[in-house]
């Protein structure tokens, strides 16, 4: 695995990653690699995660010290230039990070000798009828659920432009795009439409298009389905919908999903893997699509997704299926599978002992 520079990304407010990225710095000078900090929460000037990446030698691997929002900081940066993410696990119940502090020096000697795995997990991106803006009066806006603020994004210039298609944004969302209320008394009033047949006309609290990886954050916070992170598809979601219909809508990678705000929405807030990123207006749309770029995460192994569900959930067993008083037995493999099953995404079967 060819690595010449590394880009990290540390949660400066807990001492263990600001730790971390001394060893990252150390092991970097060990093997003659370039290494970056790149600092994505107090620029002044709010450069674009392709300027993130420039201004750090487009690196090959980035590695983030931190929970999920600081992995998400690092998929905005790793999008821009197809690097590798490496997320050192320092949250409480997310999902995304890899590896404990304890095996960093491991895992990067891994992703040098290319002893790794590569997950690829969606990106959504968009296409909206005008460009975000951020108003100036903001602050009186957010008087609801107020998110950290970034500068809008801009347009794409490699993509074409106008028409009945709107305008291409450089947006990268890893969790999800989400249409929000600005305040408790109004509600978001849109028309939906999935592959371009519209489904229905809402007026709810929000209305979100996750990923599976996203999945499992606010979507499955608004009560929808949890998908495997390997899979592909977008999930809409509505949140607190004032009508009977409040089920989540799977659709397939290839199935976009628009949001129009109607004639008497109030203003809502698009919001961008947890970030605000502008507002929109009655009779604006957006677009929400499959990114065709994944994101490359470094994986040691198999991912674990459903033990660390069963943990970070709290998962208890029913105790009517308790009641003979046994647990369910271990999935327990000891042989390779048969050529019928050759193809399936199962635990590998450990070594016998020496």
Known sequence: MKV?????????????????????????????????????????GQRTARQEAAAAGDPDLIVTLGGDGTFLRGAMVAHAVDALVLGVDLGRVGFLTEVPMTALREALDAVREGRIDIEQRMFLTMRTSCLLEMPSDIEAFMRYGQSPLLRPPRARADCE???????????????DVVLEKLARDRQVSAG??????????????????????GSTAYSFAAGGPILSPRSEALVFTPVAPHMPFNRSVVAAPDEPVGLRLLERSSPAAVTIDGLVRGILKPGDWIGVYASPRKLRAVRLGMTDFYRRLRRRMNLTDAPAALADGATAPLWSVTTPPPGDLAHLSLPQPSPPPA
Do not use: F, K, M
């Open 161 to 175: 432009v106008g028409g009945e298609w709107g305008i291409p944004l450089d947006v990268a969302a890893l969790n």
């Open 192 to 213: 939906v439409y999935i592959a371009g047949q519209l489904l229905a006309s809402y007026s709810a609290d929000a209305l979100l298009v996750a990923t599976p990886t």
């Open 4 to 44: 010449s520079r590394v880009g990290v990304i540390v949660h400066g407010g807990r001492p263990e990653a600001v730790e971390g990225a001394r060893t990252v710095g150390a092991w970097c000078a060990e093997h003659a690699l370039g290494c970056t900090d790149i600092d994505v929460w107090s620029n002044d």
